[in-house]
């Protein structure tokens, strides 16, 4: 019996079916070993030696292939065809030769890139040996990983407080991001104006065209900056009789994209589906490890990770034969398509991405798929036929109208599809929508040379250039992906990780990077610029691909790294954290201190006289403040808006605005750090409220401010349920309430006025927007204990398993399908044994209000505690810091590929 090992289950499943009863298929779940997550897994002076050991959830997957083990005589190393894979493949060999579970047993590596019954047979009829440039390269790239986690991350926490780790392309990609929005700030936009012009031919046929030439000469697109020099154009074109000058007819031709490759695939994933590159990569993967069709799990597209838009020459013929019967054989070319790869430090001679059978439609699986899966796959079905369709054609017109003193012209272009070819099934989508070409036609009326031009309405429109827009997901990949940094295989995992560090977040499907993000990406610029330069990322990347293909020893690469770095590191290491603020203050100088409009100096403090303000760190992250503290308080959040408004707080007195006739208490308006509130009372007796933003501070009057300290007010009853309709100001601000619904109020509401037609029509919509009840994926029996349903469904961070009302998430690797009733329960009472989770535990803290009395220390425990204080201390301290340095590296995947 020969062994094969796979990486996931599923593969492993499908492949036994494939080979019979002489193998035995299992899975290691992924990678089995890895350094430890703690100093000295890498050690530089001792030539880079790396410690790897085996993953604790992974120990029994190697003691079940060991004893899969027993009496084989082959073992296929059957993991993914990449680079990642060869590495653990490597850390297969090694964990099991440690279990001393190799001898007498031949190894073989075999690679399968679609997982369909021929590729399968025929890659086990081509087994080689392990590629040590393929290990070396990963043992490389995961070395120079590491040590940038785990000696820069913590510099980056003592001395920018509020950090969370720097990594190798990391810290590259979050500061294109940052590059881009000090692009977007120091943008000023500059007017133009375009002169358009309707014209009617003797047939009565009319076109639009637009002026390009004025007092014969040709404008350029500042030319026309103002409303007075439009309307001199407007004027000249007026004063002046037209003819046809030329008309100029030409064929263009559109050639169709390249099949996908990983990079590709997600930028259009995201462009016309919406997916996130790691939603893509993990559809993709179910996509690649196949559905049961035929009472047989097929695989329906190859692998997924790869920098190749080569097709095999048999894919090719499949496209080819399908477009002629599907389409007719004018839709075939007359030569098959080849695409070069023109991506930077492309690697691993794979296919592109495409479907294992071109003649199985996504009509044909449909039934098979659950909606994303449908959706992607009909993505890449379309993409690889369409690559092999023969070119569109475009009829495109160019027609000049001149005025008879040859001093004005204008231009009108059409353009119609004469052939649709390749867009009769698919159009590459564009990262900024608005700007897609229209492929419906153009069409100009018959126009001939020489004839009159009967001008109509004279339109002039004034423009305002714009600033170069964020990033999505799709640019930014696309971005890293031209300058070559990092892997396509990673770029998921990068972007993940900059969003789970609150570093970037999306806004309208475009990543702006937050202040946490760009004090970062100022501190690494101004202290490590050469390590986060795209420049010196990519020709790193290079390096390791010299490795990769043996022209480069690892350790050399690491060596001319390292020794730099580490000298870097060590002078950042002595220098005060004043000196790092004092060059944060300089690199950051227009986020920080925005120019005022008043031309007041940009870093004068707005409250004393001689105070200079600079950015401060504090216990709940970076502000600006005066440097006069203690005897000036004056602080504000970081950036422009932030400024105005805090300075304009600052300036602002505290209002009496009168007696409370009730209880003769003052009532005041005072601004804080959030804005203006309303307050009455004093101590304990204290009570504030809120003015909401569509009041006007200055006109509040203590009618006004009496009834917003009476909120909540009570509405109506409502009329299915009697309970009462509420309105009131929370810290989300002000609002509408039903028992448990709270509903926001529009910008047209007014929280003192908002009547019951209108709160009624807000809680509908409320209850309408309100997420659907979650659908269940499977059910896996009753509770032994009292035979209530276990159930699983899938969640925001994957498939979970729900008894009552405790929740399971499944094990990393675990396949929803496989996981039995015993595993589910044994799961439910290790989470159950764990208590509420923190975020549970705080709304119970914050419900009751009250905090449970902590039991008084035994004397003896009292004493200890008092003559050891300084080394449980230092105890403490050492575990935070292992805890950051956990941290830094726990998503070592980013940069690895």
Known sequence: MDVVVVESPTKAKTINKYLGDGYTVVSSYGHVRDLPEKDGSVRPDDDFAMIFEPLADRKVRLKEIAQALKGAKHLYLATDPDREGEAISWH?????????????????????????????????????????????????????????????????????????????????????????????????????????????????????????????????????????????????????????????????????????????????????????????????QRLFEGIQIGGETTGLITYMRTDSVQLSGEAIAACRSMIGDRYGARYVPDQPRQYKTRTKNAQEAHEAIRPTDVRRAPQDVARYLPGEQLRLYELIWQRTVASQMASALLDRTTVDVMSSDRQVTLRATGSIVVFDGFLKLYQEGRDDPAKDDDDAERRLPEITRGEAAD???????????????????????????????????????????????????????????????????????????????????????????????????????????????????????????????????????????????????RRSCPLCDDGTLSLKLGRFGAFVGCSNYPECRFTRPIGAKAMAEAEQAALAKDRLLGVDPSNQEEVWLKIGRFGPYVERGVDDERKRVSVPSGMEPDALTLESALALLALPREIRKHPESGSPILAG???????????????????????????????????????????????????????????????????????????????????????????????????????????????????????????AAKPKAKPAAKKAANGSGKTAKAKTSKAAGKAKTAEAVSDKSTEQA
């Not at 440690?98 to 086990?124: C, Y």
């Not at 810290?171 to 133009?192: G, H, K, P, W």
């Not at 396509?488 to 990780?497: C, E």
């Open 455 to 601: 001008r109509q309405e004279v339109r002039p429109e004034q423009h305002f250039t714009e600033p170069p827009p964020r990033f999505s997901e799709a640019s930014l990949v696309k971005r890293m992906e031209e300058l070559g940094i990092g892997r396509p295989s990673t770029y998921a995992s990068i972007i993940s990780v900059l969003q789970d560090r609150e570093y970037v977040e999306l806004q309208s499907k475009r990543f702006v990077p937050l202040d946490r993000g760009r004090l970062v990406n100022g501190f690494l610029t101004a202290f490590f610029d050469r390590w986060v330069q795209t420049g010196f990322t990519a020709s790193l990347e290079e390096e390791l691909d010299q490795v990769a293909e043996g022209n480069r020893f690892w350790k050399e690469v690491l060596r001319e790294f390292w020794s730099p770095f580490n000298q870097a590191v060590d002078e950042v290491k002595d220098k005060r954290v004043a000196e790092v603020i004092d060059a944060l203050n300089q690199k950051l100088a227009d986020q920080l201190f925005p120019e005022r409009e008043d031309g007041r100096d």
């Open 92 to 284: 297969l060999v090694a964990a099991l030769g440690e279990l001393k579970a190799l001898k007498d047993v031949d190894i073989k590596r075999v690679v399968f890139h679609e997982i369909t019954k021929k590729a399968v047979l025929e890659a086990m009829q081509k087994p080689r040996s392990l590629d040590e440039h393929l290990i070396d390269a990963y043992q490389a790239r995961r070395a120079l990983d590491y040590l940038v986690g785990f000696t820069l991350s913590p510099v980056l926490w003592r001395k920018l407080q509020g950090s969370r780790s720097a990594g190798r392309v990391q810290s590259v990609a979050l500061r294109l991001v940052c590059e881009r929005e000090a692009e977007i700030e120091a943008f000023v936009a500059r007017e133009y104006w375009t002169v358009e012009t309707d014209f009617l031919t003797p047939r009565s046929d009319r076109f639009t065209a637009r002026l390009t030439h004025l007092d014969g000469a040709k404008l350029d697109r500042f030319d026309l900056n103002d409303e007075a020099s439009a309307k001199r154009a407007v004027a000249a074109i007026e004063a002046g009789s037209f003819a046809i000058e030329s008309v100029e007819r030409r064929q263009a031709q559109r050639n169709p994209a390249a099949p996908f490759a990983t990079a590709t695939l997600q930028q259009e994933a995201a462009r016309k589906l919406g997916m996130s590159a790691k939603q893509t990569m993990q559809v993709a």
């Open 729 to 851: 100001i929370n810290r989300f601000g002000p609002y509408v309430q039903h028992e448990k619904t709270f509903v926001r109020l529009g910008e047209g509401d007014d929280v003192l006025t908002v009547g019951e037609n209108r709160a009624l029509a807000l809680l509908a919509e409320g209850q309408n927007k309100r997420r659907p009840a979650q659908k269940v994926l499977r059910e896996l029996g009753g509770h032994p204990e009292d035979g209530e349903p276990i159930q699983m469904f899938e969640g925001r961070f994957g498939p979970y398993v729900k008894h009552g009302k405790v929740n399971a998430s499944l094990p990393r690797g675990t396949q929803p399908e496989e996981l039995t009733l015993e595993q589910a329960v044994n799961l439910l009472a290790e989470r159950a044994a764990k208590g509420p989770s923190k975020r549970k535990a705080g709304r119970a803290k914050a419900s009751t209000g009250k905090t």
